[in-house]
């Protein structure tokens, strides 16, 4: 061996040392590929928007949502009125608006609820392995095979409907998504090298549950979570519109069409806001679940 | 072609690659795979590839085909000329897909890393390299069996007749890659492009495989390139060395000469990172300073020289062309001279005692 | 040397190892037979030095590092750590002890948690074992990280902004993290880059020497081995089939098949490559579900004598060091 041949390179000058290239983190670069997907930004302005409107609707708007005014019945949309009225004389627009409520709640909440039954049974599940994951799988399999609509029905129709006991017979399917991901999710990354090392640095199970897996699950959830909601929402608005959702007077979407089916033709305004209203959030919340399942790369970083 | 030859006809190379460029356009930017990269290779030949991950020396080889993925891929320039021996060179880049589909297979034949991604997993050995025969030859039926059978047995797979009717996954790694040889040959091309074929396989096995394809070839007389990574794996197989470092031939020689006077520092530094069975223990293992380069921002002038140790001035602004150093050994370093007389001053290399 | 060594004290000492995994099919999941993966090796392994496992794809070597480890649980036999038996160990006790040994992948890829920043990394066994906490475990940090060779200031990144090669070092840092005493290093350069693999060994030697480490070296490359380790041990098909100095296995292999192994590993020198004797290896590997009987090698080995299908060879020491399972001797 000569010395030449392990000789060092000299040192490079300041300009032609070609520094560490400069990477994005993770968030950034989602957000980057996340803003290119249109629909995507439309769905998150949108939803950002239905938000802010639900929050705010007692300061955006003078009426009152419940309260009749038989003056003005059944009015075409006018500037006071840019909606117009229903059969008792209420502000479409404000009904519409308090409606954004009762969607947004059934929406968020069963798909928390569905998180917090879901992630830790998959998660465990996954890897644990064995009997524990058995049982779940077979508890994942049961429940979707049962005819989720169905039961939502009857379960509504047992507890009396309500809103509250809407959301509750919602939960009741809504972890089985989240559960089977995380399950799948938990039982590939159990098999990856940096768990065993995690292991072997005596590392004790949860923390490698908690700092290791979950943080790698928590993407594809966030995409769950945004994809379960157009199907809340979309449910909230069918069983609503047979009325066994909201109860009036409280205002929700798919009650609204149910008041406008009698008179539709006649008073299309009534049909029309409430309709376009629930085709255009569960469009924008599953082009907002597209977008993030393309931003955050769902399905290469599994 | 024959007019720049003054040997006339009888020289023209089976494959004469000229300047060939290829890019790969993707959302981080221009990956610079192949930068106009030329060399020939005559009848028979046995050329190694070798070069690191990234280096281009599959690329280069695959893009003869056009078996790169087009887009995010993009041959930029350069030609390829084959000449098959049935009338002018062709350039195989220019080639319309038709055409190309007559060359691949018929007359150059590829193998890979990974038998299982080009064989078929449910359909019989017999019959892909029947159907292979079928679409290269034109033979059918019991002609088609029959030759599957001759060459099966020829690659040494035992009791061929029987296995014809077995599926993939029932050979082992080494046996499929026999399976994948055996319908490469199967047409007797005139080239055959083996893209790391034993990098997966156990040193026993590589050992079959290396020897196999070197009893093929002079049995039937065709031409090799052998990609690797593996130094060893060359010195053992093939006739001539191409040494590819990001994107660019670095060094080109007969066998003997890069293991005896390797005049491109990379080439150097690989050589000397491999232990001689008669370095002492308690010595340092030479190395190569750094990792190779970001394909996308590829250095100034030599993209070797952040790594180098016989850097001066002139390699961080100056790319080196392949300069040469006697009628078959060329490198492309400005200061190859003093990497040869390094080079020279190294011990020789002595092999274990068995 | 060789006296030395001898004269060292044991840090590991297997017994007897063996490790199965059962073959189950049909609807049942019925137990069909058994993977021998490792089937009844014994060694020990001395203070401070590097013991090379060499064999193929297959032959049992990375499993006999997860079962010393207790990563997977061994079907029979023991381990000793310093006299500790470590087969027995559950849950708590085990978790208590693992700092004492560690393990070094193969892949580097996969062997970094893609979310996890190094320093988080290197920090959290740190904190689980109370070997430091806050500043102490930050700044142990980037010691370990100018150990191995990187910049201290890339704490904060993730593993995706570093070449393989850089992330095999920060293997080896989060391996040392712990002031482990021994580590199973396996394959710890074979997914890497030719000119970026005797950086690592050099690494790997010298953390060795200045640490006073004692490593479980795995490879399949016989010439990496004989550097890197004072003595080398040779698998095949759960077996070890030969064990000795370096040197000795490399000049005066014993074993036909160790032969075998030297002769088909590839030489960088065309002369020698022309000139040198060749055993080629006829077929392949048999499979560990159903070995042959008598000598594992009787299939493939050119100097097959009639015993060995029939009488499984003693492991035996015949020269001073030097041991060899195999009817010739």
Redesign the interface.
């Known amino acids: ?2 010395v ?7 040192p ?2 300041e300009a ?3 520094g ?2 400069k ?1 994005a ?2 968030w950034a670069g989602a957000w980057r590929r996340f803003r290119r997907n249109r629909l995507a930004l439309f769905g998150l302005a949108f939803a950002l928007l239905v938000i802010f409107v639900a929050l705010a609707a007692p300061i955006l708007t003078p009426y009152e949502y419940a309260k009749p005014d038989f003056g003005a019945t059944k009015q075409a949309p006018t500037l006071a009125h840019p909606m117009g009225t229903d059969r008792l004389g209420r502000d479409m627009l404000t009904r519409i608006m308090y409606g954004a409520r009762a969607m947004l709640i059934v929406g968020l909440l069963t798909q928390l609820a569905g998180l917090l039954i879901g992630v830790p049974l998959g998660i465990i599940a996954g890897y644990a392995g064995g009997v524990l994951d058995w049982l779940v799988t077979r508890l994942i399999d049961l429940f979707s095979a049962l005819p989720w609509y169905l039961i939502v029905l009857f379960m509504v129709m047992v507890l009396s409907p309500s809103l509250r006991n809407l959301i509750l017979a919602l939960t009741i399917t809504a972890w089985i998504g989240s559960a089977r991901i995380v399950r799948g999710m938990s039982f590939s990354i159990r098999e ?3 768990i ?2 995690s ?6 199970t949860w ?1 490698i549950l908690v ?2 897996i979950l ?2 699950v928590a993407p594809l959830l966030l995409w769950s979570f945004a994809a379960g909601i157009p199907v809340a929402v979309f449910a909230e608005a069918s069983m609503s519109f047979i009325g066994m959702g909201v109860r009036p007077p409280q205002p929700s979407w798919g009650q609204m069409l149910n008041e406008a089916a009698a008179d539709w033709q006649s008073i299309p305004h009534l049909f029309i806001f409430p309709s376009m209203m629930i085709t255009l959030s569960v469009l924008a919340f599953q082009g907002l679940a597209d977008g993030l399942r393309e931003a955050l790369d769902v399905n290469i ?1 599994v | 072609m024959t007019l720049n030859s003054p040997q006339g006809k009888q020289n023209t190379p089976l494959l004469d690659v000229q300047d060939l460029e290829v890019a790969f356009f993707t959302k981080d930017g221009v990956v610079a795979a192949v930068n106009g990269i030329s060399y020939r290779l005559g009848h028979g030949d046995i050329l190694g590839i070798v070069g690191e991950s990234g280096s281009g020396k599959s690329v280069s080889s695959l893009a003869l085909l056009r078996l790169i993925p087009e887009p995010p891929a993009r041959i930029l320039g350069g030609r390829a000329l084959f000449a098959d021996g049935t009338g002018a060179p062709r350039d195989l880049l220019k080639m319309a897909p038709e055409e190309l589909r007559g060359v691949r297979g018929r007359q150059i034949a590829v193998i890979f890393q990974d038998p299982m991604t080009s064989l078929n997993p449910v359909m019989t050995i017999g019959n892909q390299i029947a159907e292979a025969i079928r679409v290269n030859l034109g033979q059918g039926g019991r002609a088609a069996r029959k030759r599957a059978i001759e060459v099966l047995s020829h690659v040494g797979i035992p009791r061929a007749a029987e296995r014809l009717d077995d599926y993939p996954h029932q050979f082992s790694g080494g046996m499929r890659q026999r399976v994948m040889i055996a319908m490469a040959i199967s047409c007797e091309p005139k080239l055959l492009i083996a893209d790391e074929p034993t990098t997966a396989l156990d040193v026993t096995i590589q050992a079959q495989i290396v020897d196999l394809v070197k009893r093929l070839q002079a049995e039937m007389g065709m031409a090799v390139i052998w990609i690797t990574h593996d130094l060893g794996v060359i010195a053992r197989l093939a006739h001539r060395v191409n040494v590819m470092y990001a994107g660019s031939i670095v060094e080109m020689a007969p066998i003997r000469e890069i293991f005896r006077a390797p005049s491109h520092p990379y080439t150097l530094g690989l050589l000397n990172s491999v232990p001689r069975p008669d370095l002492p223990r308690d010595a340092e293992l030479a190395y190569i300073e750094g990792a190779p380069p970001d394909m996308v921002r590829l250095p100034s002038g030599c993209a070797f020289h952040p790594r180098c140790a016989y850097r001066r001035e002139r390699c961080l602004s100056e790319k080196p062309p392949l300069l040469p150093i006697d009628a078959e050994h060329s490198a492309a370093c400005w200061y190859w001279e003093e990497v040869r007389a390094a080079s020279a001053r190294a011990t020789p290399p002595q092999g274990p005692a068995t | 040397m060789t006296t030395a060594q001898i004269d060292r004290p044991i840090l590991l000492s297997v017994r007897n190892l063996k490790k199965y995994f059962p073959v189950r099919r049909g609807l049942l999941q019925r137990v069909v037979g058994y993977v021998k993966a490792v089937d009844d090796i014994s060694f020990d392994i001395y203070e401070g030095e590097a013991l090379g496992l060499v064999g193929e794809s297959g032959c049992g070597k990375t499993t006999t590092g997860r079962a010393i480890l207790q990563l997977q649980p061994a079907t029979a036999g023991t381990v000793l750590l310093e006299g500790q038996e470590l087969t027995r160990l559950r849950g708590e006790a085990l978790r208590r002890i693992r700092p004492k040994m560690q393990i070094i992948f193969q892949n580097p890829y996969s062997s970094l948690n893609p979310r996890m920043t190094i320093g988080r990394a290197l920090i959290e066994p740190m904190t689980v074992h109370g070997v430091a906490r806050g500043k102490a475990a930050e700044e142990r940090a980037s010691e370990l990280m100018s150990l191995v060779g990187l910049n201290p200031y890339f704490v904060n990144r993730f593993p995706s902004e570093f070449s393989g090669g850089q992330r095999q070092r920060i293997g080896i840092a989060r391996a040392l993290s712990l002031n482990p005493q021994f580590i199973v290093c396996d394959e710890p350069i074979s997914s890497l880059d030719v000119s970026i693999q005797s950086q690592i060994v050099n690494l790997l030697k010298r953390l060795q020497r200045d640490l006073k480490l004692t490593y479980l070296f795995i490879s399949h490359d016989l010439s990496m081995v004989r550097f890197v380790c004072d003595r080398t041990a040779v698998m095949y098909l759960g077996k070890i089939v030969e064990l000795g100095e370096s040197d000795a296995v490399n000049r005066r292999p014993l074993h036909p098949y160790t032969q075998a192994l030297l002769a088909a590993a590839p030489v960088a020198d065309p002369d020698l490559e022309a000139t040198r004797t060749r055993i080629v290896l006829e077929g392949d590997v048999p499979s560990p579900l159903n070995p042959p009987a008598g000598c594992h090698f009787s299939t493939r080995c050119p100097r097959v004598m009639d015993v060995c299908r029939r009488v499984e060879p003693p492991f035996k020491e015949v020269e001073p060091g030097h041991q060899v399972a195999c009817h010739l001797y």
Request: hydrophobic share 35%; glycine share 6%; aromatic share 8%.
């Open positions: 061996m000569t030449e041949a392990i000789r060092k390179p000299p490079l000058p032609a040392a070609a560490p290239v990477y983190g993770f990856q090298d940096y065993e090392a292991r072997a640095l005596g590392i004790p923390r700092n290791h943080p790698q970083n």
